[in-house]
């Protein structure tokens, strides 16, 4: 299958699990028994946790139910229950490798996992989860790129809960402000990454340079998106909780960042966001990624998770949408 399907697939499946809670109405009307039996090729037949946990659905287009529910089941093989005191939390490989955190729990596709679970009719996965990472010990927040406050206020979206989201507050908070610490430069206004750490290790940025595993430090257009995200976030929940100023903090913060991704990260001749090389590895300060030999044919993760999942981001025509729905991939 094509790239430009699965992304089709990806925009759609995205669509569709944004109406899931307007569709409890008429799920009665579907029969979830006889769904879950044509699904034969399902690991976990565990029916009776797929009707007790998820919203179900039926279209008219059997690959999109197919991945829906295959989504399912990989929540249910990840789902992991640490302790009394942790909860419940999700893994990101069937074992534990060596540069997991506590019961196996990685950063890196915590946002992804936050965006399906959110939607399971009883939120406490979810928020167990959201816990985990600020109140776990051998728990690793900032290990890989992440968008935790961003997180929480999805989680929130769906599962509304004040109180839980005003109490986790300070862990949102004290989360953002150690990104800061460690990777805030005051000279550009953004935060700086690696590709490894951005969870994109053996990228087209990282063999411009000697190590291409992890690449050099710059100023890459996913991170300081996800960046934007957490501010955006942390500024609602400042305003659920009524603190006029630290909205205003939060979103100068994230008008800055998005201004800065804007400015410096977007390629005018290439319709494309593209990292800003940073450190002494680099091929030249400051400088965009070099074009590569085809850069229609290929493009940066980085650009594309800016450009799909910040749409608000891009400067330019909206040309992710154009791309992703062509069945012809980007050629």
């Known amino acids: 299958m094509n790239r430009g399907k699965l ?3 990806a925009i759609i499946f995205a669509v569709l699990s944004s109406l899931a809670p307007e569709s409890s109405a008429t799920e009665s009307h579907i029969n979830k028994d006889k769904i879950l039996q044509s699904l ?3 690991q976990n037949q565990d029916f009776d946790w797929y009707k007790d946990n998820i919203p179900f659905l039926e279209t008219p287009d059997k690959e999109i139910d197919a991945t829906y529910y295959y ?6 093989r990840h789902i992991c229950y640490g302790s009394p005191a942790s909860g419940y939390s999700l893994t990101e490989f069937a074992n534990r490798p060596f540069w997991s955190g506590a019961y196996g729990a990685i950063a890196c596709p915590s946002g992804h996992q936050f965006n399906e679970i959110r939607w399971m009719h009883n939120p406490r996965v979810a928020r167990d989860y959201l816990r985990y990472w600020f109140r776990t010990k051998g728990a690793q927040p900032r290990k890989y790129s992440s968008w935790l406050a961003d997180s929480a206020w999805a989680v929130h979206q769906v599962h509304p809960n004040k109180a839980f989201i005003i109490d986790l507050f300070p862990d949102l908070v004290k989360n953002f402000k150690g990104w800061e610490a460690r990777h805030w430069v005051k000279e550009m206004n953004m935060f700086w990454q690696t590709g490894h750490d951005d969870g994109m290790e053996f990228n087209i940025n990282s063999r411009q340079t000697k190590d291409i595993l992890r690449g050099d430090r710059a100023f890459r257009p996913s991170f300081n998106s996800y960046m934007w995200a957490d501010a955006t976030a942390l500024a609602k929940i400042s305003a659920l909780d009524e603190d006029k100023e630290l909205e205003k903090e939060y979103l100068a913060i994230a008008a800055n960042l998005k201004k800065q991704i804007q400015e410096k990260l977007w390629d005018p001749k290439r319709n494309f966001f593209f ?7 680099q091929i030249k300060r400051g400088m965009l990624s070099r074009p590569t030999p085809s850069p229609t044919k290929v493009e940066s993760l980085p650009a594309i998770l800016t450009g799909v999942n910040c749409t608000a981001m891009c400067p330019g025509p909206s040309i992710y949408r154009t791309r992703a729905m062509n069945p012809r991939g980007n050629s």
Do not use: M
């Not at 989504?71 to 249910?76: I, P, S």
């Not at 990292?275 to 590895?281: E, F, I, N, Q, T």
């Open 71 to 76: 989504r399912w089941e990989l929540v249910t």
């Open 275 to 281: 990292p800003c090389r940073v450190g002494r590895k």
């Open 7 to 9: 992304y089709s697939w």
């Open 40 to 42: 034969d090729w399902l």
